[in-house]
């Protein structure tokens, strides 16, 4: 199939883009990489009246280190930042979660900001920006505001921005001394959205004790999942078996995947608790050099 007819507007700045996306309101789409967007469109199943294409808007396009955060612009390519020495050093956990994300023809043409905005529970940048503790910087004509991406994404598809807003960069901050982080996934085929993922980062003071922890799963929620209670077991603590046993314990009760044509909720729920544990001890080991 393909897609109904629709109106094709190429700005070539944010204040003209934000002019447009407001005219349009419901009946507008803005399309950055197209990697989701457009076989939504070829399947019927979204049809805006008017496409609003931001590939002229390089002033999105960027990777910069700004004393203890990092900034990429919603339009930098996933492949851009998959490459990058400066993301490699400050956020390591996105260099190595960001390969698993399709082909490398995908990650050539999607963007960053485009995979958050989409916001499948299962894919890999928005996993990876929970686990991080990033925020959104978000704008419309007449405002802009920052939200933290643990509160950008409401459920399945659906997020926080507004019809007349654009996501413009994403602010993550810095790995401090004596982290570590992991990223780990199942999926059917390399390229398939993952059955179950997760992603940690951890700190550790000089005696190997967690003094900040972040773990969250994908492919388990309508959203991306923050596990919220693991500062009350891992702070102050070295990891032991024991507390990966106490850590499983907690995802038992966070979790409740859905079967679908792919995993059955029972497959969903022992490959939270198993990846969750090896993304931890992965973390761990790394943070200790």
């Known amino acids: 199939m393909k897609p109904a007819k629709f109106d094709y507007h190429s700005p070539n700045n944010l204040t003209d883009a934000l002019n447009l996306i407001e005219e349009a309101g419901f009946d507008g789409k803005i399309i950055a990489g197209g990697q989701s967007l457009v076989p939504i469109m070829n399947m019927r199943l979204a049809a805006p009246e008017c496409l609003i294409d931001i590939n002229g808007l390089n002033e999105l396009d960027f990777i910069e280190g700004e004393g203890d955060m990092l900034k990429i612009g919603a339009m930098t390519r996933q492949s851009r930042?998959?490459?990058s020495s400066l993301v490699k050093e400050k956020c390591g956990l996105l260099s190595e979660a960001i390969p698993f994300i399709g082909h490398v023809q995908t990650r050539n043409r999607g963007t960053f900001g485009g995979s958050i905005v989409h916001a499948d529970p299962s894919a890999e940048i928005p996993l990876s920006l929970i686990a991080l503790g990033g925020s959104l910087k978000i704008?419309?004509?007449?405002?802009?505001?920052?939200?933290?991406a643990e509160d950008f994404f409401i459920t399945y598809l659906t997020t926080d921005i507004m019809p007349a807003e654009i996501l413009t960069e994403i602010h993550i901050p810095s790995i401090a001394e004596r982290s570590g982080y992991a990223f780990t996934e199942v999926a059917r085929r390399h390229?398939?959205?993952?059955?179950?993922a997760a992603a940690c980062q951890l700190t550790l003071d000089d005696m190997d004790k967690v003094t900040s922890a972040r773990l969250a799963l994908g492919g388990v929620e309508a959203v991306p999942l923050l596990i919220k209670d693991l500062d009350e077991i891992l702070i102050g603590e070295k990891l032991t078996d024991a507390l990966l046993k106490k850590v499983t314990e907690v995802v038992e009760e966070c979790v409740e995947p859905e079967s679908d044509l792919h995993a059955?909720?029972?497959?969903?729920?022992?490959?939270?608790k198993v990846l969750a544990s090896r993304a931890l001890k992965q973390a761990y080991q790394r943070a200790r050099g």
């Open 139 to 148: 704008a419309s004509i007449d405002d802009t505001r920052e939200v933290n």
């Open 264 to 272: 059955s909720a029972a497959y969903r729920y022992q490959l939270a």
């Open 191 to 196: 390229g398939d959205f993952a059955l179950v």
């Open 81 to 83: 930042v998959e490459t």
